[in-house]
């Protein structure tokens, strides 16, 4: 099923909803800086490029591009140029990131005249900028989505809670696939010397992938809705989140022979359980219609669109509105009924280019 992921759901619905990415990109920020101190620098005056890849609508890459910038700034002054481009998929709303880095306060480019913002829309399943001209990277809760979706999945939206042995065999072929592809285009671009650090979903030493009562919720709202007949249930059974966990070994695996791939070599690799911080904000205040409606939104933005695209008329169909905005009030109702933390595991590593 060679089918590409659909965009978060835009008009800034992302920025506004993102608290989780947010909360859980935190820790691998000590990383960012880290690399940014020990990248090689290209040679003046070429400008020094980051990447910023995966980055929607860029809410959440304020703090991250202004701690490398400002950790390179160290090394050379104020005056070098430094280039981040942020990429995402075409039809990414890139009209909300430009907006947001020009009237955010907090953006890089207004706090430093001689750091400039550019965007590429293209799928980072392919090389997206020219070869060993990347001097820092940055992924954050990017990798874990899939280029298509490899098969449906018969009892579930997601297949890390599916009993089907063939379709978690298909994602985890996938999986496989696009973790070497994304290494490969990011071992062309990243010059001698470079860094990458990637923060992503992953599955735990035990293969659990978390998020366990969001996804069952978010599943039992769906068969509500086809059973009341406003989605089909061929448009159901058709609707799939094409994300995956790995785990360490998964992450470990293209490097296995003898530690390089594609030019690349893993400085640092850490699987951890990030905070959840809605859980947390409803242990202080018990709302528990709060924590449903914001792991709801949370959901609304980050995959409801790719739900809604396999609408019989895709986003367009005249109900995909009304279906959106019924996930999201069912799923926040289910939440609220019964209030639990998330399990929400990550990987964050350093990915380094070998010196030529």
Known sequence: MAVAPVPMEGHGSYNRSSRVQAAGSSPALPLLEHAARMVTLPMTPAPIVIADYGASEGRNSLVPMRAAIAALRERVGAERAISVIHTDLPDSDFTALFQLLASNPDSYTRLDPAAFASAVGRSFYQQILPSNSVTLGWSSWAVQWLSCVPATIPDQLQVACSSDSAARAAFARQADEDWRSFLVHRGREMHAGARLVVLTMARDDAGDFGYRLLLQAMYATLLDLVEERLVRAEEAHRMVIPTIGRMRAEFDA???????????????????????????????????????????????????????????????????????????????????????????????????????
């Open 254 to 356: 293209p490097f296995a022979h003898d530690g390089h791939f594609a030019g690349l070599l893993i400085e640092h690799l850490d699987v951890f359980n990030g905070e959840d911080q809605v859980w947390l904000e409803f242990e202080r205040n018990r709302d528990a219609d709060a924590f449903g409606a914001q792991w709801a939104a949370f959901s609304r933005a980050s995959v409801f669109p790719t739900l809604a695209a396999e609408l019989e008329g895709g986003r367009s169909d005249p109900r995909a509105g009304t279906f959106v905005q019924r996930m999201e009030e069912g799923l926040a109702k289910r939440l609220a009924a019964a209030p639990e933390r998330m399990q929400i595991p990550l990987a964050k590593m350093v990915l380094t280019k070998g010196e030529s």
